[in-house]
C-alpha cells in the first residue's frame, strides 16, 4: 500500500517557469515531510523539509505548501532552470524517522 | 556522497548466489536504512537499524538480511539473489536524536541479478 502518492510522474517546464510538483498521505500521524533531488547516477538528496506546524516554507527558488486538512503538500520550484531537471520525491515520517515513506518520484524536464 | 560510502557501485551475479551490499559512514549517525529504488515505486525501505546489533524489517524484507556490528558499518545481504532482487539500493543515515530528521544517502548500489 502506496501511503504517500505522488503527481505527476513526469513534467516539461520552460526555462524561468513554475513547476509544481504534488502529494497526497494517508496516515496523519506523520509529522515530518522533506522532498528530495536526485540527479541520475547520485543518490537523492535533502532539498527541503515542512512540519505541519506551517502552512508554507521557503527555501530560494524552493518553496513547500502544505495543506493538513487535505493531507497534501506540494513543491513549487520558481524561475525553474535547465539545472533543476531532476527526479523529485517527496516523503513522510514520523519524527521518531524509522520508516520513512516515498513517493514515486517525478521526473522533472526543464528546457532552455 | 560525504560521510557515506555504498560498495561496491555495480554488481553482476547469478541467480541463486548470495550477495552482501556495504555501507560505511563517517557521521556517526545512530540510524542506518537500506532502500531499494524501481522504476515506478520510488524508495522502499528493506531494513533499518536504530544501533549496533539493533535492526528492524521494512516493508519488503523478504529475502533479505542485515547485521550491523560496528556503528559505522551496515551489511545488506541477499541470501539467494533472484532476478526481482535486480535494483538500485541505496543506504541512508539520520540521526533525529541530534536535529538530523532527514536521511543522507549513499550514491547508490546497481545490482542485476542474470
Sequence with gaps: ?112 | DAGITQSPRHKVTETGTPVTLRCHQTENHRYMYWYRQDPGHGLRLIHYSYGVKDTDKGEVSDGYSVSRSKTEDFLLTLESATSSQTSVYFCAISDPGQGQSGYTFGSGTRLTVV
Aim: charged letters at 20%.
Design chain 1, 1 to 112: 500500500q502506496q501511503q504517500v502518492k505522488q503527481s505527476p510522474q513526469s513534467l516539461i517546464v520552460q526555462k524561468g517557469g513554475i513547476s509544481i510538483i504534488n502529494c497526497a498521505y494517508e496516515n496523519t500521524a506523520f509529522d515530518y515531510f522533506p522532498w528530495y533531488q536526485q540527479f541520475p547516477g547520485k543518490g537523492p538528496a535533502l532539498l527541503i523539509a515542512i512540519r505541519p506546524d506551517v502552512s508554507e516554507k521557503k527555501e530560494g527558488r524552493f518553496t513547500i505548501s502544505f495543506n493538513k486538512s487535505a493531507k497534501q503538500f506540494s513543491l513549487h520550484i520558481m524561475d525553474s532552470q535547465p539545472g533543476d531537471s531532476a527526479t523529485y520525491f517527496c516523503a513522510a515520517s514520523m519524527l521518531n524517522n524509522n520508516d520513512m515513506r516515498f513517493g514515486a518520484g517525478t521526473r522533472l524536464t526543464v528546457k532552455p
